[in-house]
């Protein structure tokens, strides 16, 4: 809740993405970020931001993935369903070809 951390279920998934990543290296990643539903729109999208920015800077950081290769999009909160825990709390990621 109100962070941008990265605990280690999202490391374990930030380095196979990164894997991916580099075995391919003409493919892109597009990271979409969420907050639960609550707090203000303002601020949602602002969390939204930091933690796209966040999984970015560890692949770019850690596992030297090219930010050209990256996009990201903090998209606020997700309103539906209406849930006050990690799962609306979330980045997810997608690779495209």
């Not at 196979?16 to 991916?20: V, W, Y």
């Not at 692949?59 to 849930?83: E, N, Q, Y």
């Given at each position: 809740?109100?962070?941008?951390?990265?605990?280690?279920?999202?490391?374990?998934?930030i380095s196979?993405?990164?894997?991916?990543l580099h075995?391919?290296?003409?493919?892109?990643?597009?990271?979409?970020?969420?907050?639960?539903?609550?707090?203000?729109?303002?601020?949602?999208?602002?969390?939204?931001?930091?933690?796209?920015?966040?999984?970015?800077?560890?692949?770019?950081?850690?596992?030297?993935?090219?930010?050209?290769?990256?996009?990201?999009?903090?998209?606020?909160?997700?309103?539906?369903?209406?849930?006050?825990?990690?799962?609306?709390?979330?980045?997810?990621?997608?690779?495209?070809?």
């Open positions: 809740f109100d962070k941008s951390d990265l605990d280690d279920w999202a490391l374990v998934s196979k993405i990164a894997t991916k075995d391919n290296p003409n493919t892109k990643l597009d990271i979409l970020g969420y907050c639960d539903y609550i707090g203000s729109e303002p601020y949602n999208f602002k969390l939204s931001d930091k933690r796209v920015a966040r999984v970015k800077k560890e692949l770019v950081d850690v596992w030297k993935i090219d930010p050209k290769r990256i996009c990201t999009d903090g998209r606020g909160k997700l309103s539906d369903p209406k849930m006050k825990y990690r799962p609306n709390r979330r980045c997810d990621l997608f690779i495209v070809k």
